[in-house]
Structures are given as C-alpha cells and as structure tokens.
C-alpha cells in the first residue's frame, strides 16, 4: 500500500467516527496499521483536510462546486453560455485555418 493512500484511508477513518482530522491522529493510525510513512505526508493532509467535510466531498464528487441548488442551477445557466463561447471560438479557429493558404496534407 503506497504512503498516500494508507494516510487517506486514515482520515476516511477519522471522519467516518466524526474525529477531528490532525497530523497527530493520522500518524497514530497509520502506524498502527504498521505502514511506514514519511512524516510530511501527515502534515500536508492534515492541512489539506482542515476544515474540509469529507463526506460531502465524496458525495458530490461529480457536482459542480459546493454552493447549494442555488449555485448549481446558475452554473447550468453558465455552462450553457460557455458552451456557446466555445463553439464560436472553435467556428473562428477554424475560420482562421482557411486563410493560411494552405492545408494539414498540401
């Protein structure tokens, strides 16, 4: 088992018990599942995870952002404006193409 995924799995644990994620509990676990792991990596989650409810995390993993319903319904509003921007912009890329004056096979 690689080192970041013993220390994910630790914080899994911790939150699943509704425990407070520190650097201190994830080496404690983690070492009681005789895994070694380089200090830093303790750190770097703790702070990464500080704050952070994994639960929804995982919950809304392929949601996009966590503003609410309210959020959601305007990002659908903005994907939709964006898709637009794009389309114009791969019409005008491709506009461009045919004023080179040559082709991808000349």
């Known amino acids: 088992m690689s080192a970041e995924l013993a220390v994910v ?20 676990l ?13 750190s770097l989650y703790a702070k990464a995870l500080a704050g ?3 639960k929804a995390l995982l919950l809304n993993v392929g949601a996009p952002g966590a503003g609410g319903a309210a959020a959601a319904t305007g990002a659908a509003g903005a994907a939709a404006s964006t898709e637009a921007a794009v389309e114009e912009a791969v019409e005008e890329k491709e506009e461009s193409d045919d004023d080179m004056g040559f ?4």
């Open 9 to 28: 799995y630790a914080a899994l644990i911790l939150q699943d018990d509704n425990v407070e994620i520190t650097s201190d509990k994830l080496q404690t």
């Open 30 to 42: 983690v070492k009681a599942a005789g895994i070694e792991v380089e200090p830093v990596w303790f």
């Open 52 to 54: 952070q409810d994994l």
């Open 103 to 106: 082709g991808l096979f000349d």
